[in-house]
């Protein structure tokens, strides 16, 4: 049985009008690069640049060490399907301490560093823009990358169409895209808490503790790195057999040894940018 996406706030008509916007607005581009992460977002729009411009489109993926080789495997899976112009370039965030620092701002410093390595990149290959997926949901929560962005000047068609994920993943459907109903995915550093250091060393146990509830059958989760403790969030649609005594003991099995001293599963399962949830009852200053 094939899956399909509710529509509510979403309708065909609806969508299909903000999609014809967004392929008009990117065809009076002369080119574009587009900020690639594999993403239901960032797929459609690098497919609606394609769409619109062919080869004066070029998806670009960055690559570092918070970057999941999952990610990446699915990055270029999409890629090889879809016939996308593409590259990956490295990007050297971590050499800046206050991206290291991992205070509230550190997606700004991540979007700054992918933001200038795209400009170079368009100054050296003669592209005359640059985009982003953000969406007109993204900007209900805390994003300091968006800011980056708009210093940048890097376009945001999905926002400026309005579209919202519900659209993305409706429109993705109807185009046939393989990202349509992919689960929510973000840099392996969002994972780790406010204040800890975002090191290789961190991420990896992060990206080896994920691939292990992958391997266990499980599709939405994240692992909330607090140093010394595992905050594992898995989807309320999930929790059931998360909750179930034999899982916890797997749990336990599995994170212990990537040098966690507690295993918790969060009971509220997870939500997107959880994290932020401190910084809205604890602001800065």
Same mark, same amino acid.
């Given at each position: 049985?094939?899956?399909?996406?509710?529509?509510?706030?979403?309708?065909?008509?609806?969508?299909?009008?903000?999609?014809?916007?967004?392929?008009?607005?990117?065809?009076?581009?002369?080119?574009?690069?587009?900020?690639?992460?594999?993403?239901?977002?960032?797929?459609?729009?690098?497919?609606?640049?394609?769409?619109?411009?062919? *080869?004066?489109?070029?998806?670009? /993926?960055?690559?570092? %060490?918070?970057?999941?080789?999952?990610?990446?495997?699915?990055?270029?899976?999409?890629?090889?399907?879809?016939?996308? $112009?593409?590259?990956?370039?490295?990007?050297?965030?971590? &050499?800046?301490?206050?991206?290291?620092?991992?205070?509230?701002?550190?997606?700004?410093?991540?979007?700054?560093?992918?933001?200038?390595?795209?400009?170079?990149?368009?100054? &050296?290959?003669?592209?005359?823009?640059?985009?982003?997926?953000?969406?007109?949901?993204?900007?209900?929560?805390? $994003?300091?990358?968006?800011?980056?962005?708009?210093?940048?000047?890097?376009?945001?068609?999905?926002?400026?169409?309005?579209?919202?994920?519900?659209?993305?993943?409706?429109?993705?459907?109807?185009?046939?895209? %393989?990202?349509?109903?992919?689960?929510?995915?973000?840099?392996?550093?969002?994972?780790?808490?406010?204040?800890?250091?975002? *090191?290789?060393? /961190?991420?990896?146990?992060?990206?080896?503790?994920?691939?292990?509830?992958?391997?266990?059958?499980?599709?939405?989760?994240?692992? $909330?790195?607090?140093?010394?403790?595992?905050?594992?969030?898995?989807?309320?649609?999930?929790?059931?057999?998360?909750?179930?005594? &034999?899982?916890?003991?797997?749990?336990?099995?599995?994170?212990?040894?990537?040098?966690?001293?507690?295993? /918790?599963?969060?009971?509220?399962?997870?939500?997107?940018?959880?994290?932020?949830?401190?910084?809205?009852?604890?602001?800065?200053?």
């Amino acid at each position: 049985m094939s899956k399909t996406i509710p529509t509510i706030g979403a309708s065909v008509e609806q969508a299909l009008e903000k999609q014809q916007h967004l392929l008009i607005d990117l065809a009076h581009l002369d080119s574009v690069l587009v900020a690639f992460s594999g993403g239901a977002d960032s797929a459609y729009l690098a497919w609606a640049a394609h769409s619109a411009l062919g *080869t004066r489109a070029l998806a670009v /993926t960055a690559v570092s %060490p918070s970057f999941s080789a999952h990610d990446r495997e699915q990055a270029a899976a999409f890629v090889r399907q879809i016939g996308l $112009r593409h590259e990956f370039v490295d990007t050297r965030e971590f &050499e800046n301490p206050l991206y290291v620092a991992n205070q509230a701002d550190r997606c700004y410093h991540c979007k700054d560093e992918l933001f200038t390595r795209m400009e170079g990149l368009a100054g &050296e290959r003669g592209f005359s823009a640059l985009a982003y997926g953000i969406n007109a949901d993204d900007t209900r929560d805390f $994003r300091p990358g968006h800011r980056a962005a708009a210093e940048h000047r890097v376009l945001a068609p999905l926002l400026d169409a309005g579209m919202t994920k519900a659209d993305v993943r409706l429109l993705s459907q109807r185009a046939g895209l %393989p990202t349509w109903d992919r689960p929510a995915s973000a840099c392996l550093s969002s994972r780790v808490a406010y204040g800890m250091p975002v *090191t290789p060393e /961190t991420l990896s146990r992060i990206e080896r503790g994920e691939e292990a509830l992958r391997r266990l059958g499980f599709r939405q989760f994240r692992v $909330r790195d607090h140093g010394r403790l595992a905050r594992i969030e898995i989807a309320p649609e999930e929790m059931e057999r998360a909750l179930a005594p &034999e899982m916890a003991r797997r749990f336990v099995e599995l994170f212990k040894p990537l040098g966690y001293d507690f295993v /918790t599963l969060d009971l509220e399962g997870y939500r997107q940018g959880s994290l932020n949830s401190a910084l809205r009852k604890h602001p800065a200053g």
